[in-house]
């Protein structure tokens, strides 16, 4: 089976520069973003790599906003989406480098166990069941956002992308 890459699912988020063998899938963070510079965070799935020796190379990582952070990183995977596991990189200060041979024809690889909507959308109704005295919210943090939301209920404010961030306000 050819490989495949997708990122076509909530949290989803990688260019792929070349999938044509498993042996040297190269890719690419994409910004975090649309029009910024900044790129940390990664989230995509492979189908079809059950068995295979699999190397992954995310060619710009040293450009990152912590490329120092890179050393002796551990990226996550998951066959399920729900169940994360770590897998040992490489970092030569310009690329991060992986290999990983799938047990299941599906894999998902990312920075960290992603905040999916779905588990967004169960924060919010756990955050209204607790008590009609707080106030309980979804709204956009900013006026460009897409993915981004702001849950207020009055004593702790989430801020929600790819990375949940909680703040006390």
Do not use: Q
Not at 23 to 30: H, K, P, V
Not at 54 to 76: E, F, M, P, Q, S
Not at 133 to 152: G, M, Q, W
């Amino acid at each position: 089976m050819m490989s495949k890459i997708s990122s076509n699912f909530d949290s989803g988020r990688i260019k792929v520069l070349d999938e044509s063998d498993w042996s040297e899938m190269r890719l690419a963070i994409l910004p975090d973003r649309e029009g910024s510079d900044e790129f940390m965070g990664f989230h995509f799935a492979a189908t079809g790599a059950r068995g295979k020796d699999c190397n992954y190379t995310l060619d710009h990582a040293g450009k990152t906003r912590w490329a120092g952070g890179w050393k002796n990183y551990r990226i996550v995977a998951s066959y399920d989406g729900t169940d994360w596991f770590r897998i040992p990189t490489t970092f030569d200060g310009s690329s991060l480098k992986w290999s990983h041979k799938p047990e299941r024809d599906r894999v998902w690889y990312a920075y960290h166990a992603p905040y999916r909507e779905a588990d967004r959308f169960a924060l919010i109704a756990r955050c209204a069941a607790r008590s009609s005295d707080r106030r309980c919210e979804l709204k956009p943090s900013t006026p460009a956002a897409t993915k981004d939301s702001v849950v207020a209920t009055g004593h702790t404010k989430f801020v929600r992308r790819l990375f949940p961030l909680v703040f006390s306000i």
